[in-house]
Nanobody
Framework: QVQLVESGGGLVQAGGSLRLSCAAAGHTLSSYTMGWFRQAPGKEREFVAGISRTGDTTSYADSVKGRFTISRDNAKNTVYLQLDNLKPEDTAAYSC????????????????????WGQGTQVTVSS
């Protein structure tokens, strides 16, 4: 059982930055492909970014490409999401997710692939 805990959310003005962290307990994260998803009120959960087990492969939603950066530190059992040039439409609850896989280079963009989820951290961007 992998326990994921997100942190780093908050209230920021448009154009600002935040850095989200996802810390894991119970199992080493190096065995998992990781993803970040977000859900705004009244909307479906959507893929934001994903990163392979080794960190060599990443994937981003078009809406965040060039503004968000996903990274991981397997030694610290932590995955990060750097959010730059934030926009009001980025306001949502952000959750990290883990998928156990034998493939080092795989990234998954659909939520149903993921086995474990964190509780989420709220990001609010004011205009």
């Amino acid at each position: 059982q992998v326990q994921l805990v997100e942190s780093g959310g908050g209230l920021v003005q448009a154009g600002g930055s935040l850095r989200l962290s996802c810390a894991a307990a119970g199992h080493t994260l190096s065995s998992y492909t990781m993803g970040w998803f977000r859900q705004a009120p009244g909307k479906e959960r959507e893929f934001v970014a994903g990163i392979s087990r080794t960190g060599d492969t990443t994937s981003y939603a078009d809406s965040v490409k060039g503004r968000f950066t996903i990274s991981r530190d397997n030694a610290k059992n932590t995955v990060y999401l750097q959010l730059d040039n934030l926009k009001p439409e980025d306001t949502a609850a952000y959750s990290c997710a883990a998928k156990s896989t034998n493939f080092f280079g795989s990234v998954y963009t659909y939520s149903y692939y993921y086995n474990y989820w964190g509780q989420g951290t709220q990001v609010t961007v004011s205009s």
